[in-house]
């Protein structure tokens, strides 16, 4: 007696994927498909949320318009520049409290955050700010005013252009 052989599998009928290769077979696409989305992922991230910021040292031109004892804030930069007979300084706008920038106005500065009022030299007149606004330092170099605002001045100090 002789058994039939087993008829080999044509390209039409192709013998079946064992259970555990199906298996294996997708493990192995989901992780292809979760590199894949990883890698576009990436380059989805947001750049670097660092700016880069201007010099705190900055040259300056207080304009004729300005009157002596009026401030000038020059754009863009957190100072209110000053300039009478004795010379010029500079006081730094932001508020000792908590870091609002106060704005300037003919009897001082006020901050719009908390309400704290500074006279025209930086001193205290209403808190909660705890202590003067900063006076910066100034120098005049070549005819120009540069201020640098990660320097602190004593107050009072002016220099004579
Ligand atoms: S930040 Fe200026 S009063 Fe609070």
Redesign the pocket.
């Known amino acids: 007696m002789t058994t039939n052989p087993k008829p080999a599998n044509s390209r039409l009928d192709p013998e079946p994927i064992p259970r555990r290769d199906m298996l294996g077979l997708m493990s192995l696409g989901a992780a292809a498909a979760a590199f894949f989305l990883a890698i576009l992922g990436m380059g989805r991230l947001p750049k670097a949320a660092v700016l880069s910021s201007p010099s705190k040292r900055f040259s300056v031109v207080i304009p004729e318009t300005v009157l002596p004892g009026q401030a000038f804030s020059p754009p863009g930069r957190s100072v209110a520049v000053f300039r009478d007979s004795e010379g010029v300084w500079a006081v730094s706008t932001v ?1 000792t ?4 920038i ?1 704005k300037a106005n003919p009897d001082g500065f006020e ?1 719009p ?4 009022r500074f006279s025209l030299d930086g001193s205290v007149t209403k808190g ?2 705890p202590r003067a606004l900063s006076w910066l330092k100034v120098e005049a170099a070549g005819g120009k005013l540069v201020i640098d605002q990660g320097v602190v001045a004593p107050s009072g100090t002016k220099v004579r252009l």
């Open positions: 508020c409290h908590l870091g609002c106060v901050c955050c908390h309400g704290s909660p700010a």
